[in-house]
C-alpha cells in the first residue's frame, strides 16, 4: 500500500512540475536544457509507474522545448522516447513518425549504437503488424551495426527479436536456439529484465511444442526474476502465456486465473495492444466453456479495440471465432457475417505479396540474382538462406568500406587543399608584417626627419614620395596572388632605392629584362624577389662594401615555358652569412617565408616553381656572392 501511495506522489509532483513550468521561460538557455532532461525523465518514470497518457503529454512538451534549441542531444531524446510512449499505447503510425525523426539526430550525434537501437524498435513495428519481410529487414540492420560497432551488449536483444520472429512462422527450432543466445547473453550482463523475458520466450516455445510442464518451468522462472525489478508490464504478458497454457492444456479455471490477471494489469498500464490478445484469448476460454454471454462480451471488446488501433494481424482470428460463437448458438446469419468479414480481411491483408517480399529479401543477402515466390509455410527455408547469406554480406561490407576509404582520400585532399588556402592567408599577413618590419620605417621616418631638420626639402619630399609609394605597392600587391611584371619591378626599384639612402656607399643595382617580354601582360607573385634582396644587402654586408651591386635579371627559359629570375649580388656569399647567422643564433624569416610561398604555389599547381641558390665561390674561388634563381610559369591575366 506503502508503494502504491509512494508512485501516485511521485505522479502528481511530477505532473504539477510540468504544469507549473511558464512557457515564456523556454528562451533561457540552460534552464531550457534542464527542463527538457527534467520532462523526459518525468515521462521515463510515468511510463514505468503506468501511466502512459500523462507520458505522453509531458513528453510532448519536451519535444516541444527540444525543438526550441535545435540541439540533436535532447531532439534525439525526446523523439525516441515518445516513439516508445506511442509503440506502448498502441498508436503505431505515431511511433514510426517519432522514430523516423530520431534517427537523423543520433546520426548526427554519429551514435550508431543508438541508431541500432532505434533501427530494431522500427522491426518491432513492423512485426506488430504482420509484416514479417519488414521486420527481419531491420532486425538484420539492427544486428550489422551492434557487430560493426562491437556493442556486445545489445545483441541479446536482437537475438531476441530474431527468435520471435522465427517463432511467428513456426520455425521452433531455429525461435529456439536464438533465445538461448539471447538468454546467454543477458545472463552474461546481468540484465534481470532481458533474463526474465527470455525464460518468457523459452516457455512459449515449450508451450508450442506441448512441453507443458517444461513450459510452466520457465515461466515460474521468469516471475522469479521479474520479482527483483517488479515490471509489471511482464508480469502481464507471463500471467498471459501462463494462461494460455493452462487453456492449451484444458485446464480452463487455472487459465481465467491467470488471464484475467493479465486482464487487470493491462488495463492499468493502459497497454492498449496487449489487451487485444487477453481478450481475444478470455472469449476464446469462456467460449470452450459455453459461456456464451461472457464469451461474447470479451470478443466483441476485443474487434472494438483491434479496429481502433489498426490491428490488421489480430482481426481475422477474433472474426472467426466470434463466427464459432453464433453458430453454437445458431444465430446463422451473424454466423455467416463474421465468416465473411474474417475471410475477405485476411485475403486483403495480401500475404502473397508479403511473401514475395520475404523471399526478395532473403534472395538479396545470398546472391541478388535468385528471386523466387515462397509461400508463408516457407518461411524457415528462406530464412535459413538468408542467415547463408550474410556470410556473402562480408563482401559487400568490404566493397562498401574500400568504397568509404577512396571518398575519405578524396576528402583528405579537399581537407588539406583548404588548408593550404589558409596557410596561404597567413604566408600574405606574415610576409606584409615582414616587408614593412618597424625597423625600416623606423629608419625611413628618421631618414625624412633628418632632411627636413637639414632644409632638404626637395630631398625630404622625394624620399618620402618614393616611401608613400612603396607602402602602398606592398598593400595593394599582398591582396593579390599574382601581379604584372611591370607592378614588381616598379616595387622592387622603389624597395631598393628606398635601402640605398640608409647605407653610407652607393649600391649599383641593375634589372635586365628580356625585351620580349610583354610586362603588363605576364604574371608573377607580388614580392617574392625582395626578400632575396633584402639578404644581399643585410645579410650579403653590401653595406660594407664599396662596390657592392646587385643584378635582377628576368628572362624566358629555353622550352619558353617560363620565365626565370636571377638575383646577383657581390656580397660575402650564402655559406659565409649561414656561419655568422650560427653564431648570432639568427634565422632569415623572410627566406624562409618565401621557400613556403614556393611549396604552396607547387602544391596548387600542376605546373611547378623551380627555385635554387648558388654560393658564386663553390663556382668560381675567385668571385664572391650569391646567386638566387627561380623560375616562373609564364601566366597571363586571361589564365
Known amino acids: 500500500m506503502l508503494k502504491i501511495i509512494s508512485t501516485v506522489a511521485f505522479i502528481l509532483i511530477s505532473y504539477t512540475s510540468f504544469c507549473s513550468f511558464n512557457k515564456n521561460d523556454r528562451t533561457n538557455g540552460k534552464n531550457l536544457q534542464e527542463r527538457i532532461t527534467t520532462y523526459l525523465d518525468s515521462s521515463s518514470s510515468l511510463l514505468r509507474n503506468n501511466s502512459l497518457t500523462k507520458s505522453i ?15 540533436p542531444v535532447f531532439l534525439s531524446k525526446a523523439y525516441k522516447r515518445q516513439g516508445i510512449n506511442y509503440f ?12 523516423n525523426k530520431a534517427i537523423p539526430q543520433f546520426e548526427a550525434l554519429g551514435s550508431k549504437v543508438d541508431v541500432g ?54 520455425n521452433l527450432e531455429y525461435a529456439e536456439d536464438y533465445y538461448m543466445l539471447a538468454l546467454k547473453n543477458f545472463q552474461k550482463h546481468s540484465n534481470s529484465l532481458e533474463v526474465a523475458k527470455a525464460y518468457c520466450n523459452l516457455g512459449a516455445i515449450c508451450e508450442k511444442l506441448e512441453e507443458y510442464s517444461k513450459g510452466l518451468e520457465y515461466y515460474e522462472m521468469a516471475l ?3 520479482a527483483k525489478i517488479n515490471n509489471k508490464l511482464l508480469d502481464s504478458k507471463l500471467y498471459f502465456n501462463i494462461g494460455y497454457l493452462y487453456q492449451s492444456n484444458k485446464q480452463l479455471d487455472s487459465a481465467l486465473v491467470y488471464l484475467q490477471k493479465s486482464e487487470k494489469l493491462r488495463t492499468e498500464l ?23 454471454t461472457l464469451s461474447e462480451k470479451y470478443l466483441l471488446e476485443a474487434f472494438d479495440l483491434a479496429k481502433r488501433l489498426e490491428n490488421h494481424l489480430l482481426l481475422p482470428d477474433i472474426l472467426f471465432q466470434l463466427s464459432s460463437l453464433y453458430k453454437d448458438q445458431k444465430q446463422f446469419k451473424q454466423a455467416y457475417d463474421y465468416q465473411s468479414k474474417g475471410v475477405q480481411l485476411k485475403d486483403s491483408l495480401n500475404t502473397i505479396s508479403i511473401e514475395n517480399k520475404f523471399a526478395e529479401l532473403a534472395a538479396t543477402y545470398e546472391s541478388e540474382k535468385k528471386k523466387q515466390e515462397f509461400e508463408l509455410l516457407q518461411q524457415r527455408t528462406q530464412i535459413q538462406n538468408l542467415e547463408l547469406g550474410q556470410k556473402n554480406a562480408w563482401i559487400i561490407v568490404l566493397l562498401v568500406v574500400m568504397l568509404l576509404g577512396v571518398v575519405a582520400v578524396l576528402v583528405s585532399l579537399r581537407i588539406n587543399r583548404m588548408r593550404a588556402d589558409h596557410k596561404i592567408m597567413d604566408l600574405r599577413q606574415k610576409v606584409l608584417l615582414t616587408q614593412m618590419n618597424p625597423h625600416f620605417l623606423f629608419n625611413s621616418l628618421t631618414a625624412i626627419q633628418s632632411f627636413i631638420l637639414d632644409e632638404k626639402n626637395d630631398d625630404a619630399n622625394n624620399y618620402l614620395s618614393r616611401l608613400a609609394s612603396l607602402v602602398r605597392g606592398i598593400l595593394e600587391n599582398s591582396r593579390e596572388e599574382f601581379v604584372s611584371l611591370r607592378t614588381e619591378i616598379q616595387t622592387l626599384e622603389d624597395y631598393i632605392g628606398l635601402q640605398k639612402l640608409r647605407f653610407e656607399n652607393d649600391i649599383a643595382y641593375h634589372f635586365e629584362i628580356d ?16 626578400p632575396f634582396i633584402e639578404n644581399a644587402l643585410i645579410h650579403g654586408k653590401l653595406r660594407n662594401n664599396p662596390e657592392a651591386c646587385i643584378i635582377v635579371q628576368v628572362s624566358k627559359t629555353k622550352d619558353h615555358q617560363s620565365i626565370k629570375f636571377d638575383i646577383i649580388d657581390n656580397g660575402i656569399g650564402i655559406e659565409e652569412a649561414k656561419k655568422q647567422f650560427t653564431q648570432t643564433n639568427h634565422k632569415s624569416l623572410a627566406t624562409s617565408i618565401a621557400l613556403d610561398r614556393v611549396k604552396i604555389y607547387n602544391f596548387k599547381s600542376s605546373k611547378k616553381m623551380n627555385f635554387e641558390i648558388v654560393d658564386l665561390k663553390s663556382i668560381n674561388q675567385n668571385k664572391s656572392g650569391t646567386k638566387v634563381s627561380y623560375s616562373i610559369p609564364i601566366l597571363t591575366p586571361s589564365k
Open 57 to 71: 503529454e509531458i513528453c510532448n512538451e519536451a519535444i516541444l522545448l527540444a525543438e526550441e534549441t535545435e540541439d
Open 88 to 99: 506502448y499505447s498502441g498508436n503505431i503510425d505515431s511511433s514510426f513518425h517519432y522514430y
Open 117 to 170: 537501437k532505434v533501427i530494431g524498435n522500427i522491426g518491432l513495428l513492423y512485426k506488430s503488424q504482420g509484416q514479417y519481410d519488414k521486420a527481419l529487414e531491420f532486425y538484420l540492420e539492427n544486428l550489422q551495426i551492434y557487430r560493426e560497432v562491437k556493442y556486445d551488449k545489445g545483441l541479446g536483444s536482437v537475438y531476441n527479436n530474431l527468435g520471435n520472429l522465427h517463432q511467428l512462422i513456426k
Open 224 to 226: 522469479n526474476e521479474n
Open 270 to 292: 493502459e497497454n492498449f495492444s496487449g489487451l487485444v490478445n487477453v481478450k481475444l484469448q478470455l472469449g476464446s476460454a469462456y467460449f470452450e466453456l459455453t459461456n456464451y
Open 515 to 530: 625585351a620580349t617580354l610583354n610586362q603588363d601582360e605576364v604574371m608573377v607573385p607580388p614580392m617574392l624577389a625582395q
